[in-house]
C-alpha cells in the first residue's frame, strides 16, 4: 500500500502563487509517475502535470509556461504561478507503480481557489 499526502492548496488572488507538496509513503517502489490532476466543481479529473521516473514531465496546455511539477525522491511538487480563476480546482496527487501491471494511487485531495 501506498500512502500520499497533500499541502500547499488555498485560497488566493488571481496572478499569485501556490506550491502544492505531495509525500508518498508505505510500500513505494517500481513508481512509474507521480503526478497532479485537478476537479472543478461539474467537471471530469484532468490532467495537470505529471513527472516520469524515466525524467520526462508532461503538462496540460492551460498551465503551460505557468505551472511547474518538480520531484525529490517520493515527494512531487507543484509550483503554480499567474494562478487563473480557472484554475480554481480540487488538486489530487497521483501516483503509479508498474507491479508489473500498472496501479493507480490518490491522494485526498486539495481545494486551490483563485479569486479575480
Known amino acids: 500500500q501506498v500512502q500520499l499526502v497533500e499541502s500547499g492548496g488555498g485560497l488566493v488572488q488571481a496572478g499569485g502563487s501556490l506550491r502544492l507538496s505531495c509525500a508518498a509513503s508505505?510500500?513505494?517502489?517500481?513508481?512509474?509517475?507521480m503526478g497532479w490532476y485537478r476537479q472543478a466543481p461539474g467537471k471530469q479529473r484532468e490532467l495537470v502535470a505529471t513527472?516520469?521516473?524515466?525524467?520526462r514531465t508532461d503538462y496540460a496546455d492551460s498551465v503551460k509556461g505557468r505551472f511547474t511539477i518538480s520531484r525529490d525522491k517520493n515527494t512531487v511538487y507543484l509550483q503554480m504561478n499567474s494562478l487563473k480563476p480557472e484554475d480554481t480546482a480540487v488538486y489530487y496527487c497521483?501516483?503509479?507503480?508498474?507491479?508489473?501491471?500498472?496501479?493507480?494511487?490518490w491522494g485526498q485531495g486539495t481545494q486551490v481557489t483563485v479569486t479575480v
Open positions: 497521483h501516483l503509479q507503480q508498474v507491479l508489473p501491471t500498472p496501479y493507480n494511487y
Open positions: 508505505g510500500s513505494i517502489s517500481r513508481i512509474n509517475a
Open positions: 513527472s516520469t521516473s524515466g525524467g
